[in-house]
């Protein structure tokens, strides 16, 4: 019989609906039970991709011994981390500190009060390499309560104190400068790994905004070392089993140091950086390999992640059936030797084989293969090359397919948004900006409320009950921003007002500048949570200030500007020691450094070939977070519109920075040298 959580809208908890544990979800009522009962709380936190969060649910949570266990001694709490990123993010940073380390799934448990006494990640079923079992942890936790629970409660009340002094103030910081940046740079040439690309050792991340912030410092400075990470990077990435050399798009991570086995979940949020990363790169460069990556990648996102009502689903698991009936890691992905001579014969099997590197002896488990690129050398048959990915592609369509979580993410979406917005402008694909002005309208539709307040997900058309978060509010206004200049439609620009509009007066504390992760009126947990560092994604923090600093260049708005500079302190304070964990905020850094330049173009219709000509020409700018208008002459849709006319009845581009502008000019040439630094 289905539990609590049937009634949600998330997947991740609806795959625990049929667990004969009596979960509750993340609720008041679910601690005012305790509190009744006298039982203590079991948290668990995952996400409906997290391989290790599926193992631990099969292992323990189906098994009716334990359920029954946990049902008689602990009210449990289920949360999914991807909708209550506060939750997540308050007692991870608990986890953290007490035991050094972090991960999901998430285990912890709390007083009736919710505070944490008690911490962990996975658990086995049966004691393994020095762990406890699951079952050895909940008699020992149920035995601490019951037994010796003034103990417990002096724990946790330590605890919940030591959380409340790690406040961050860096909001009243200066902004960072040149002297910070080049730190910055310094740091990440320290950690990084000339032969293979990117930064440290294994596990390794695609480290999509770092790569944005090399962009942006060679962009301003030049620096040639800068640029030459990146594309070794992008590069090496590209190339590795991290990418998906038949569908595109990238796996969440590599288990090793060169790109090789990937973990094979594919996340929303990493293809929309990465798309994003490479078009710049394109823009850079003009590489080939990097105008492939990021049109596979956004391709990849419509054709697999668009949801029925226009807006992208979160992620594909790593896990899908083998064709035995059980779920393996990769199943989807890997090949043997044997599988491409089934699939194409033995001539082109042979062929495959050696270009995407598929051994007998196999990069994978049981002989089996990730596809990557390993020959840099060597001619090969570009037609021959497409027809065995096309025919790979097919065969690989005909296994079952990895699962997806469904559920809209406001703030991903955000970036999807930017990123297939400024794909489709600089590739001449108008599909891919429709799909980002579908992914648009849905948000405005379903996650905006009358006061421009953000659901943070959806689901089959039905706006989740979790308020948005910062990183919510600072990704959907940065989507928007970029819609806007590629569009030329000024509602965007207007939406983006509304949402940071609400950072300015919900998120931000008045006397430091410093930024909180959830609003001031929403649900108040042992502790506000606030982190100013990038992991996954742009932190809420960092991504406010680059969107906050935008809009101030297209609307002249100080107290916008203003909240971006005191919010960029924490990057003064950050990035010369963390940088590889601060890659956004100082590629924000970058912009304000540089202007950023104000573009408005104007030209008789927006169609009219030469003023489609400077605005293209605008986007392809370089200069770092450069904004661009274009409209009709004294047009309404952008302030940077006013007061611009033709020139001699011909479209005309206008540059300004830092209060100073630039003569307008008719000539392409003359506006792209504007745009270079």
């Known amino acids: 019989m289905p539990n609590r959580l049937a009634h949600e809208t998330s997947p991740y908890l609806l795959q625990h609906a049929d667990n004969p544990v009596d979960w509750w979800p993340w609720s008041a009522e679910a601690f005012e039970e305790a509190r009744k009962s006298g039982k203590p709380v079991l948290l668990s936190v995952g996400y409906s991709s997290c391989h290790w969060c599926h193992v631990m649910a099969h292992e323990s949570f189906e098994d009716q011994a334990t359920a029954d266990f946990l049902n008689e001694h602990f009210v449990s709490v289920k949360v999914d981390r991807e909708e209550r990123p506060d939750v997540d993010a308050v007692y991870m940073e608990a ?41 050895q942890v909940l008699e020992g936790v149920r035995a601490a309560w019951s037994d010796r629970r003034d103990e417990v409660a002096e724990v946790a009340g330590k605890i919940v104190r030591d959380l409340a002094g790690r406040e961050i103030s860096y909001g009243d910081a200066q902004v960072p400068g040149e002297e910070e940046l080049a730190q910055a740079l310094l740091g990440l040439t320290r950690e990084y790994d000339p032969q293979r690309g990117g930064f440290g050792g294994a596990p390794k991340f695609p480290p999509s905004m770092v790569i944005e912030f090399l962009l942006r410092h060679h962009a301003r400075t030049g620096a040639e070392g800068a640029l030459q990470m990146a594309v070794d990077t992008c590069e090496r990435m590209a190339r590795g089993g991290i990418y998906d050399q038949l569908g595109g798009g990238f796996a969440r991570y590599s288990v090793d140091r060169e790109w090789v086995v990937p973990h094979f979940e594919k996340m929303l949020y990493d293809n929309a950086l990465l798309c994003r990363v490479y078009a710049h790169l394109w823009r850079a460069t003009g590489s080939e390999l990097a105008r492939r990556v990021a049109l596979e990648t956004a391709d990849f996102m419509v054709r697999e992640l668009r949801t029925a009502e226009g807006g992208f689903a979160s992620a594909l698991d790593a896990d899908s059936d083998d064709g035995t009936g059980h779920h393996v890691e990769g199943a989807y992905y890997v090949w ?12 082109d099997g042979r062929l495959a ?36 990915r096309d025919r790979l592609l097919d065969r690989r369509s005909e296994r079952p397919a990895p699962g997806r979580d469904d559920k809209v993410v406001a703030a991903w979406n955000g970036l999807a948004i930017a990123a297939l917005a400024e794909t489709g402008a600089y590739f001449d694909r108008p599909d891919l900006v429709e799909a980002a002005v579908g992914a648009a309208d849905l948000l405005v539709r379903l996650h905006l409320d009358e006061q421009a307040r953000l659901a943070r997900t959806s689901k089959d058309g039905r706006a989740g009950a979790n308020a ?9 206004a940065e989507g928007f921003l970029a819609l806007a200049s590629v569009t030329g439609e000024g509602v965007w620009l207007e939406f983006a007002g509304f949402l940071l509009d609400h950072v300015l007066a919900r998120f931000v504390d008045a006397e430091s500048g410093s930024l909180y992760d959830t609003a001031a009126d929403a649900e108040q947990l042992i502790r506000r949570p606030q982190d100013p560092t990038d992991n996954a ?60 330049r104000e573009v408005a173009i104007v030209g008789p219709a927006l169609d009219d070939p030469a003023t489609r000509t400077l605005h293209r020409t605008a986007l392809l700018g370089s200069a770092p977070g450069a904004v661009v208008a274009v409209g009709l002459p004294e047009g309404d849709e952008f302030p940077l519109l006013a007061d611009r006319p033709l020139q001699q009845g011909q479209p005309a581009a206008y540059v300004c920075r830092n209060f100073t502008c630039d003569a307008p000019t008719t000539d392409p040439e003359r506006l792209r040298a504007a745009l270079t630094s």
Not at 550 to 576: C, N, Q
């Open 468 to 476: 948005g978060v910062l990183e919510d509010y600072a990704d959907v």
């Open 353 to 388: 084989a050696h270009y995407f590197g598929v051994t007998e002896e196999g990069t994978f488990e049981h002989g089996q293969s990730v596809l990557q690129l390993p020959q840099r050398d060597g001619l090969f048959d570009a037609e021959k090359i497409a027809s065995i």
């Open 95 to 135: 986890v953290q500190a007490a035991t050094g380390q972090g991960g999901w799934p998430m285990t912890v448990f709390l007083t009736p009060d919710a505070e944490p006494f008690y911490f962990g990640t996975y658990f086995p079923p049966a004691p393994r390499h020095g762990s406890p079992s699951f079952r």
């Open 537 to 596: 994604t742009p932190s809420g923090w960092t991504a406010a200030a680059g969107a906050l600093l935008s809009y101030a260049a297209h609307t002249g708005a100080e107290p916008h500007r203003a909240a971006a500079e005191r919010a960029l302190g924490v990057v003064k304070a950050l990035g010369p020691r963390v940088p590889r964990f601060i890659g956004w905020g100082l590629a924000v850094a970058e912009a304000l450094l540089d202007g950023p």
């Open 336 to 347: 043997t030797p044997h599988q491409l001579t089934e699939a194409l014969g033995e001539e």
